[in-house]
């Protein structure tokens, strides 16, 4: 009889009614510190970056709570300035906690280059849809007296003369030189030959 007196005695009515209480604040401090330690609700519209260099990029960033990882550089944009940002995720008007690192990827200082593959002696119909898939442009072209019409002879990038496995930059203008189908295969070298050979000749006829 005396536990269940003491059961609905007013002391430990007293000791539940705290016991319950104490669980209670216990409880919220522990969700109210998970909700803050997470940032739970808390969202951050991330910035648009684009075109933006990393010295910009880095103070609205900062403004907004928020990190950056460079991951890449792309293929070159003339549209966008160098080393500024061509790509981010995740992408702008998104909503993200604070402290979201934002990977961007920059455009690269121009143009990589390109090798020119082995392209004299093919002709000009072969040769150009190759340069201008790999991104080149065709510039001038010149015509020389060769007896293989249409063959390219040459390829030159500002005045000077291109050979096979040298490189340039993409979008590099590239002139040609071409045979017009006239005259012979005869190089200079038998030209100056046939020129000896025929002074030997006057020589020994009394000229």
């Known amino acids: 009889m005396g536990f269940f007196k003491f059961l609905f005695s007013k002391t430990f009515l007293m000791q539940l009614v705290l016991a319950v209480l104490a669980l209670v604040i216990l409880t919220f401090v522990l969700l109210y510190g998970l909700r803050a330690s997470t940032n739970h ?4 519209a991330v910035p648009d970056l684009s075109k933006m260099s990393l010295g910009l990029v880095q103070q609205e960033l900062d403004n907004a709570d928020l990190n950056y990882v460079v991951i890449d550089s792309s293929n070159y944009n003339p549209d966008y300035p160098t080393f500024s940002v061509i790509e981010q ?5 998104k909503f993200v906690k604070e ?5 961007l990827v920059l455009n690269p200082s121009g143009f990589r280059e390109i090798e020119i593959p082995q392209l004299v002696g093919r002709t000009q119909r072969q040769v150009e849809p190759t340069l201008l898939a790999l991104g080149f442009k065709i510039g001038k072209i010149d015509y020389r007296d060769h007896i293989s019409p249409d063959e390219v002879l040459e390829l030159r990038h500002d005045g000077q003369t291109i050979q096979a496995g040298d490189a340039l ?7 040609m030189v071409v045979g017009n189908g006239k005259g012979s295969y005869r190089t200079s070298g038998d030209a ?3 020129s000896i050979n025929e002074a030997d000749d006057l020589e020994d006829a009394g000229y």
């Not at 995720?89 to 008007?93: E, I």
């Open 41 to 44: 609700d808390e969202r951050i």
């Open 89 to 93: 995720n995740p992408a702008a008007g």
């Open 99 to 103: 402290g979201r690192k934002i990977y």
């Open 169 to 175: 930059r993409k979008t590099s203008v590239i002139d």
């Open 192 to 194: 100056a030959e046939d």
